[in-house]
């Protein structure tokens, strides 16, 4: 049975920590069973895998497809029936894993929304890790297809941020998505640790078709091709389905090879890649002459597990901005087929890179449909502090004495933990407040991180009611080991500025 694991990232890339995960490293695992996925010329037929002495493990109903576990020696069984066309390992696929405020202004959304296009009225499938209840999310339906649970609520975290970034509501509070009035769907095809098996996946694609998705956001991916997975996403996109994908965190520093992942590499599927807020390209987006479109993916903010939101990069953040778009672009385009609607994203770019279409941008970074007016709405107010981890041993701020006439601030940064294991999460909490120890709403906090080699990562947010502003950070088992050192520096109109410092470690 092969595992795939994909590229993940968080806010390593920008980070400077090592995390350039490949999407596809691949184990083997020793069973006298195996689980495969039959691909059939024609109708699909059980008999073909009782003759193998296997058992059927899911039907679908929009492929010729079978999920079954046979003994590894009667594979060769399946595969000599003249009714089957191919015979696939279930491999198991995992996760391609920041802030909305930039993002969702970087592609234009509140011109949008301006004109009233919101996505109001679009279905959104998310095959993902589920969707977990979330006050900033509303989540119309969903189902579950892991062998461990029958529901559809998130237990890892992505797919939660993976939806906020499509849909998360336009309601004053947290943060806003793309097309925050659209009706999301959880489909839930990958388990806790954001790994799960091939035939899951494709029955949630499979859902999706019978339950009538309009476009379905796949934020996951694999090296390895599939038969089976190519026939449900061109069945979906045959159907009137918009399907998205990730493109892979596969990238190379010079992005000279192909390393776009499946499904996104498929034709009926919209590969996405990923830049910064610089319009750059960061290294560990794939590249390939399938990358179709760009758009946000690095240090992207979004809902989260236990009401809380955190930043992550990542192609799993690019794909559902341009889901939202697409969502955006039906709404103001009604009659328009599928494929009128994917070129239309592909016209409304701003073209990135070298003249014309390319391996690193596609035809470029996306843009919202533009209505009746060009007006900018006011960004969403940032994170409430009932969403933040609890923090420990905080370093207190020395205030800067500047001139006597402007009033105080005072700073303080911490994290909830002071060693963490390579792979756990880091909060990184700062707390502002004027000399009398009243909270700031509305102050500006510039982090700065220090790696162990020197590299600094810079990060920028903005305190909310309780005076707070925190992000959180996956590491992984690659990252670099040592001492971090974080710098929160507050500035706010009238006020004198403050600093505050603090370190944690990574072993």
Not at 45 to 62: C, I, M, P, T
Not at 178 to 192: D, F, H, M, R, T
Not at 213 to 231: E, H, K, W
Not at 416 to 445: E, H, M, P, R
Request: glycine share 8%; aromatic share 8%.
């Amino acid at each position: 049975m092969k595992k795939i694991i994909s590229a993940v990232t968080f806010l390593l890339v920008a980070f400077g920590f090592t995390a350039n995960v490949n999407a596809a490293v691949v184990t083997s695992v020793s069973t006298s069973n195996e689980r495969v996925i039959v691909v059939f010329k024609n109708k699909a037929d059980k008999n073909v895998v009782s003759r193998a002495r296997g058992n059927v493990r899911r039907e679908y109903k929009n492929a010729n497809v079978l999920s079954v576990s046979v003994p590894t020696t009667a594979i060769k069984v399946l595969k000599d029936d003249p009714n089957v066309l191919a015979v696939e390992q279930d491999i198991i696929v995992k996760t391609n894993s920041q802030t909305v405020d930039w993002g969702v202004n970087k592609i234009q959304a509140p011109t949008a929304w301006s004109s009233s296009y919101t996505g109001k009225g679009v279905k959104i499938g998310i095959v993902d890790t589920g969707i977990a209840n979330h006050e900033d999310l509303s989540v119309a339906g969903g189902a579950a297809f892991t062998s461990y649970t029958t529901s559809y609520l998130d237990d890892n975290g992505h797919g939660t941020h993976v939806a906020g970034i499509i849909g998360a509501k336009n309601n004053g509070y947290g943060i806003v998505g793309v097309a925050n009035e659209a009706s999301l769907y959880a489909i839930k095809v990958l388990g806790n640790d954001g790994a799960g098996y091939l035939s899951d996946i494709i029955a949630g694609i499979d859902w999706c078709i019978t339950n009538k998705m309009d476009i379905i956001n796949l934020s996951l991916g694999s090296s390895v091709p599939s038969t089976a997975l190519q026939q449900e996403v061109d069945k979906a996109y045959n159907q009137g389905i918009l399907v998205v994908a990730a493109a892979g965190n596969d990238g190379t520093s010079d992005g000279s090879t192909d390393t776009v992942d499946y499904p996104a590499k498929y034709s009926s599927v919209i590969a996405v890649a990923a830049i910064d807020s610089n319009n750059k390209r960061p290294s560990f987006s794939s590249t390939g002459n399938t990358v179709e479109v760009a758009a946000p993916g690095v240090n992207v903010l979004s809902t989260y597990l236990n009401n809380k939101y955190v930043s992550m990069s990542g192609t799993s953040m690019s794909a559902p901005f341009v889901t939202g778009d697409l969502a955006l672009l039906k709404q103001a385009n009604p009659g328009l087929s599928p494929n009128q609607l994917r070129a239309k994203l592909n016209e409304n770019v701003i073209d990135l890179g070298i003249s014309g279409k390319d391996s690193w941008y596609g035809y470029g970074l996306i843009q919202a449909p533009k209505g009746q007016t060009s007006t900018v709405t006011q960004p969403i107010s940032t994170i409430p502090t009932n969403t933040q981890p609890v923090t420990t041993q905080p370093v207190v701020s020395q205030p800067v004495t500047t001139q006597p006439s402007k009033l105080g601030t005072r700073t303080v940064v911490s994290t909830n933990k002071a060693y963490y294991l390579a792979g756990d999460i880091i909060y990184i909490k700062a707390k502002v407040t004027d000399t009398s120890g009243k909270a700031i709403q509305g102050a500006a906090v510039k982090f700065s991180i220090t790696s162990p080699k020197g590299v600094v990562t810079i990060y920028k947010g903005m305190t909310d009611r309780y005076g707070e502003a925190f992000f959180g950070i996956l590491t992984y088992r690659i990252t670099g080991k040592g001492t971090y050192k974080v710098l929160a520096e507050t500035t706010y109109s009238s006020y004198m500025t403050s600093s505050s410092n603090t370190a944690f470690q990574i072993y």
